[in-house]
């Protein structure tokens, strides 16, 4: 493939992004302010494939390949000539804006620009062109060479064209595409956030402790990691970062209310792994340390904390199809290829029953009458037309 690729922002994303994109064939332009973020972007590929060398899975040619397709730049005018430009710098709508009136300058009116922003509305980012039909949201997820998911977000100015091109060119990089209205979280943002606030929810409510509330969606939901060693793993700041942001984008929807827990280890510097230390403790490897406390023995403790954090994800995969923020197929896809989910939600609902669904979030409603709780009208549209997600 012989499209011409620039990437603005050499950090952890723009790096990625530049590897997946010399792989697939593109010639790539890296650009960053600082030289030494597009030098450590120039080691960092050096050591990753000497690394895929080493455990056999390229060879020395393909390894040459992949550094000469890349070229590392630091003036934005040398984009120029590019066909697609993707945007990874730091996450402040005014920068972006005014770093992609600037790139504007230098490039031909047909030249898409995107943004890998996570938060931030790609209609707001757009408004900063003279061709705003040119923009786009291309959400690539970290480590961007690993994770096969790419979510694509249309602004309400982007052109058609425009969608059909990125499409195309993300599917020839080899990833799946799910399509996302642009609303806040897109799709894996905002159906995840269940994942971390309902298992702190149950852990200040002091259901259960934070190995039990792990160690029960490992057990029996299959999931990777548990909620909290997970947002250990992002890191707090991080992740309650992303939960406060799409709370206040969501005007205040109690949904998506934040957990003081995580807010005061945050403050606390209680980060997770990069800190050493967070829901657990960490060596300098990042293992978690012998922990003293055990997950309880009690397999119906157990049940009813996968139960609940697992109806509070299908109600929200649910609800982003009752707002058409995606298609089905693109919100399962979101979530086993983007967090890697070991089902997609809206399968799993299908497994369940919607029936079983229903009946599991209006008991948490009658019990707490909190609006967190209402069951998504799509789910109880299903169960009394006894239909499903899925044939
Ligand atoms: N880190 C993640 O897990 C993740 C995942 C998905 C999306 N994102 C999004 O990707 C973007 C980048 O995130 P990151 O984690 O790679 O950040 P990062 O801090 O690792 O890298 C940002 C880079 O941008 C450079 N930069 C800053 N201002 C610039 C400018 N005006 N022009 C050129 N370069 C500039 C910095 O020098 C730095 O090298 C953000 O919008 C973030 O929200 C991050």
Redesign the pocket.
């Known amino acids: 493939m012989n499209y011409k690729v620039a990437i603005?922002?050499?950090?952890?994303?723009?790096s990625g992004i530049a590897q997946v994109a010399a792989t697939a064939g593109c010639v790539v332009k890296v650009?960053?302010?600082?030289q030494e973020?597009l030098d450590k972007s120039r080691h960092s590929l050096e050591k990753i494939l000497s690394r895929l060398i080493e455990k056999g899975r390229i060879d020395e040619v393909e390894k040459n390949r992949i550094q000469s397709n890349i070229v590392y730049v630091d003036q934005?005018k040398e984009l120029s000539h590019t066909d697609l430009t993707i945007e990874?710098?730091?996450?402040d709508l005014e920068?972006?804006k005014?770093?992609f009136s600037e790139l504007e300058k230098y490039i031909s009116k047909d030249s898409i620009i995107a943004?890998?922003?996570?938060?931030?509305s790609i209609a707001s980012i757009a408004s900063s062109l003279q061709n705003p039909e040119r923009c786009i949201g291309i959400?690539?997820?970290?480590p961007a060479p690993l994770m096969k998911l790419v979510e694509v977000i249309p602004a309400v100015q982007t052109s058609q064209d425009t969608v059909n091109k990125v499409v195309g060119v993300i599917k020839e990089w080899n990833k799946t595409v799910a399509i996302a209205k642009d609303t806040p979280g897109f799709i894996v943002n905002r159906v995840a956030r269940p994942f971390y606030g309902e298992a702190l929810r149950i852990y200040e409510e002091g259901i259960a402790d934070i190995i039990t509330i792990d160690t029960s969606l490992k057990a029996i939901g299959g999931f990777r990691m548990g909620p909290f060693e997970l947002m250990d793993f992002i890191g707090n700041d991080?992740n309650y970062t992303v939960t406060e942001t799409v709370f206040k984008a969501f005007y205040y929807d109690p949904r998506y209310k934040p957990s003081f827990t995580q807010k005061r280890l945050s403050e606390a510097g209680y980060l997770g792994r990069k800190s050493g230390k967070g829901y657990y403790e960490y060596d300098e490897k990042g293992i978690i340390q012998t922990n003293t406390s055990v997950a309880k023995k009690d397999t119906e403790l157990a049940q009813y904390i996968f139960n609940r954090v697992l109806v509070m994800l299908i109600n929200e995969a649910a609800d982003a199809l009752f707002w058409n923020i995606a298609s089905a197929e693109d919100i399962d896809n979101a979530m086993t290829k983007g967090v890697n989910y070991p089902k997609g939600l809206l399968a799993w609902a299908d497994k369940k029953g919607i029936d079983w669904c229903v009946n599991k979030l209006d008991k948490l409603y009658n019990e707490y009458h909190e609006d967190r709780y209402r069951c998504s009208p799509i789910l109880r549209r299903m169960e009394r037309e006894n239909r499903r997600f899925f044939k």
């Open positions: 603005i922002g050499s950090g952890t994303m723009g650009f960053d302010t600082k973020a934005l990874a710098i730091i996450e920068v972006k005014k770093v943004s890998n922003t996570s938060s931030l959400h690539f997820f970290n991080i």
